[in-house]
């Protein structure tokens, strides 16, 4: 019983690093060009007789790029090699470290001349679409663009704020005499985890926020990261800066796209929301909201980190112990019996889809083990990209949640295969957060049971309704709660670069947020000389880990994975033996190709394109998230009625604008 945590997909796996998508710029049709350039960048296309003489110049700059990104591949499959060899002294971590910065500055240097090379391309007048393409993607640039000095700049703040979450530096207690100051993530985000005591939530969360924030480090910080993502947003042209932010998005006020998600899936948040500030009342009683209904900050923060304890306090809808969801731990064991045979039946997923075959020149040579202490905490398998060979770094655990990340990951690497067929420049997803919307289908359907019941860990390919609800209560809780909270991170960020929330309201417009689209609310009252935001936040502020990437990947996610369980026929509105919740498209190769067919493009269309393929459809949507989730909805909403609990909140003015 104490295993059955490990049936929570995870959903977000920010084990995806796919290399970052370059977008597709030609929406900025008021950007002045990088540098100085010929006058001729913006003229309307034609025929012209200088096109052959342009495109071959250009290509020329492409061909001399590839050769230099050839090097860096060279290097990283040299690091690959040396960090995974057998028997000889592999890398320590410090050389380890040193030759991923090598890399990191090569890649830097040849991104920046590149894109100030490219600037100075007439793009318009380049015939060959795909070529013009390149450019526009390569042409513009994120924190790369900047300049030496500043790009440095930008990494030191990001180490900052990084240590922020994961250095060693918060005292809860006052005293640190014992056990050494601890990290936000994951030492405290553990401890409080089994705290059931209010007072010692409040004091995790008030002391974190006063250690980083002593003489107003954080919020300088972030003021002077915010500087220069402005400045790079100059180069591109762009006078909204946040369009730089958002630049693989390609879309004019991207954000309203994603607030429109937000209120598609509200009334499902509203719902679940009241249903856990009712269990959350008796659980920690002090945390009450004094009736205006929102949820206490470090309770909420409770919440999402008690879903993937074993021994959660707030209880599931049918908590009576036949109603529990069956223990997969030693099932799994039993037929798995080791990581590679669990890599070894993630690679047959895709296979059994139609999509590439792993050789044995890749498992004998490209996969390989993490060494016990390499994987950390997270231990997430790692996937490597050197053109023409893409490579495994594996976890060595074996458990549930390890063998639906491993989906995620196999996917990963079956699209890096897959782009390698497109230039450089085009090799990429459309956008970040694609490639792991469509990893997350893949472990959406390795979870469900349809899917253990396939894997022989599993008897039954369905579980009991009750057991079916409360499967689907935590991972709604898991999705549904985190998903506004990526929003709300997102657009503070933004709306801080535009110059929407000034330096002066920052606190207090944070939590106006938390108010309209979370029903949070601060554990007390706050004013604008506190800088609360949480650790999600600071980890979002690196374009690699953002909160729009994982916003993007678990509603694109849904959006997937409904088409390809449709495609499958896996999923069949209205038919209970199909609900979309235990759909394991397994063997379709309908499924499969839309699949490959989004993989194959890279980045050579706009995302827009490429998700039409699955979709059909060329908008974010909350659909596949509403119909996953809607035997939950309903139960929900009677359950409310049943217990007189009224959906919603009211605003409280709980910071104090000075
Ligand atoms: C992106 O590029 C494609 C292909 O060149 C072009 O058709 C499309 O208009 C561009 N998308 C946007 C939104 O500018
Ligand atoms: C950019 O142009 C300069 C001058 O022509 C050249 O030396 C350099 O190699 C180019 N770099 C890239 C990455 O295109
Ligand atoms: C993969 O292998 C299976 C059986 O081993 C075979 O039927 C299938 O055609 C292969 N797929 C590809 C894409 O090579
Ligand atoms: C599988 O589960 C369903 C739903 O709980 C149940 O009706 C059915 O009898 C079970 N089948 C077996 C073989 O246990
Ligand atoms: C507009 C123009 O001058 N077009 C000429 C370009 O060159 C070709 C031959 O290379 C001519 O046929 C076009 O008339």
Redesign the pocket.
Known sequence: MRIFWLWLPLLVLVLLTMVAGEGNSTQSTSAPPRSTTTPTTRAPTRASNHTAGYEQATQQILKKATDRMHLIWHMKRRIFLQLTAKGKSPLTGGQALSGKMEVEADTYRLMYDLAANLSRVPVALLGDPLLRRRVQRLAKLQLQGLKPKDYEQAKDLLRTTHNFVSGQIVCPQEDCSVRGPLAMYPQIVNKNMRSKLYEELLVSWFSWRKTINEKELAKSTFIDYVRLLRIAATYNGHVTPSRTWYLYYDTENFQAELEAVVWEIMPLYRELHAYLRHEVQVFYPKADTKSDGAISAPVMDQILSQDWYPHQFFRTPHHSRQHQLPSVHRRLEEVLVTPVKINRKAAEFFESLGLNNQSATFWDRWSRRMNDDDGGLECKSQVYYFPPDVALRYCPKLDYKKMMQIHGTMSELQYNIYKLSQPFGLDTEPCPGFGAAIAETAILASGTPRHLERLHIL???????E??LNRLFRMGVHTLIAVPQYFINDKFLVDVMDGRIGVKDYNCAYWNLQDKFAGVQPPKQRNNKDFDLDFKFYRGLNPETSNTKKFLAEILGFQFYRSFCLASGQYRPGDPEYPLHNCDFYGSKEAGKKMRDMMKLGSSRHWRDVMEIATGERKLSGRGILEYFAPLFTWLKERNKQLEIEPGWDADELCRRD
């Not at 008897?459 to 309704?465: G, I, M």
Request: proline fraction near 0%.
């Open positions: 008897l039954n390919k369905s579980l009991s309704e057991q079916s």
